[in-house]
């Protein structure tokens, strides 16, 4: 029986664990491998509590994840943490027995690739160690010597210490070979066709501030709104306020069609949100991003003027009302969001895999995810 590869994630904001969910469909098409897809706060008791604490830093003090993002961003003040981290791992190593039987292991979460680094280096274990990471920068505390790998976007400033990174981009979902028209999504979902679309999306977390965004909008022509919560456990539901069309779409499969039928796409930065919305035709309005990643996303994509980035409210209405009605500052947004887009990252990613280490007698299957 050929063993399975891990993709391992913590789902610590969604992008990770969506990020694991795309490569593993993209490996299974590459091969004939089903790999295993772990998720750590399910089989690690202390990544609940991690979890638990990190939203609520975001709810009640997101200025303070910001500084600790920025202040662990130095490899030498992990050392200690690390070390501590992985002893309780130990103590909990049924799952660990598993993965040291795999051919490899991806992961695509800095402090889980840190933590399954230094497990490495613990343990004499001569196993490929892979990091995709799922933001535009890149954080010093995935840069360790037992990485065999990095997959970065093409924005990130590269591991000072290794030669083995790949500027490939961030995993994205599968690129159609023409982008739809937006009247075709919008007859498909039942939108109004001869309304702007505004969509602003939440987040896995569901964070953003749906009511004061759509408050500062008010002003606005008839429009509607697109509220993605992300969130499973809320209803679809539509109403009217300021002469607007509200609609609450929980989670959804149908995101990546809800983006390109929308006019404006008003959202937080998070790495794997940004890095679809950058193929498709839909210029993006960033407000708000979570201190630390989402922030140096933000600033990022902004340098390259691939986005609108706005700090406060009173901007956000008027960066809006700009792309759906200047035309050239539009088209520019657009044009800018394509040069830096990589809508074949994620079936790059695998094949580099595979073919560097040749784990797997199978060839490569004849047609891609990221083609159909």
């Not at 391992?8 to 969506?18: D, V, W």
């Not at 992985?86 to 027995?97: E, G, H, V």
């Not at 001569?126 to 920068?137: K, S």
């Not at 993006?284 to 406060?312: D, R």
Request: charged content about 20%.
């Amino acid at each position: 029986m050929e063993k399975k590869p891990f993709i391992i994630h913590a789902s610590i904001g969604h992008g990770h664990c969506r990020a694991a969910e795309i490569l593993q469909r993209e490996l299974k098409l590459q091969t004939t491998i089903n790999p295993q897809v772990l998720d750590l706060v399910l089989h690690a008791p202390y990544w609940k509590s991690i979890k638990q604490n990190y939203y609520r830093l975001l709810q009640h003090a997101p200025f303070l994840w910001g500084g600790m993002y920025k202040s662990t961003d130095v490899i030498t003040i992990w050392t200690l943490l690390l070390k501590n981290v992985l002893k309780a791992c130990m103590i909990q190593n049924s799952w660990l027995t598993e993965i040291e039987k795999a051919p490899l292991i991806i992961s695509t979460h800095p402090i889980v690739t840190a933590m399954l680094a230094e497990w490495k280096k613990a343990r004499h274990i001569q196993l490929p160690l892979y990091h995709v990471h799922t933001d535009f920068g890149f954080h010093q505390v995935a840069e360790h010597s037992e990485v065999n790998g990095y997959f970065l976007s093409n924005l990130a400033t590269p591991p000072a210490h290794t030669s083995c990174y790949y500027q490939f981009g961030i995993p994205v979902e599968p690129k159609r070979q023409t982008l739809l028209p937006i009247d075709y999504n919008k007859k498909k979902y039942s939108i109004h066709l001869n309304k702007k679309v505004i969509m602003i999306a939440g987040g896995g977390e569901g964070l953003a501030p749906f009511e004061k965004i759509i408050h500062e909008c008010k002003w606005f022509p008839p429009s509607i709104f697109l509220c993605m919560t992300g969130l499973k456990h809320h209803k679809q539901r539509i109403y009217t306020q300021y002469g607007h069309e509200i609609h609450v779409i929980p989670f959804t499969s149908a995101f990546s069609d809800y983006v390109q039928l929308a006019d404006v796409l008003i959202t937080k930065a998070g790495g794997l949100t940004l890095a679809h919305a950058l193929t498709t035709n839909t210029p993006v309005v960033l407000f708000q991003p979570i201190p630390g990643q989402e922030t140096e996303n933000a600033y990022l994509l902004e340098e390259k003027e691939a986005v609108c980035f706005v700090q406060c409210i009173n901007q956000l209405s008027k960066s809006v009302n700009k792309l759906l009605r200047d035309p050239v500052f539009r088209d520019e947004r657009i044009r800018n969001a394509h040069h830096i887009s990589r809508p074949d990252a994620t079936r790059n990613i695998i094949q580099q895999i595979v073919c560097d280490h040749g784990l797997f007698s199978v060839p490569l299957a004849s047609k891609s995810i990221a083609e159909y």
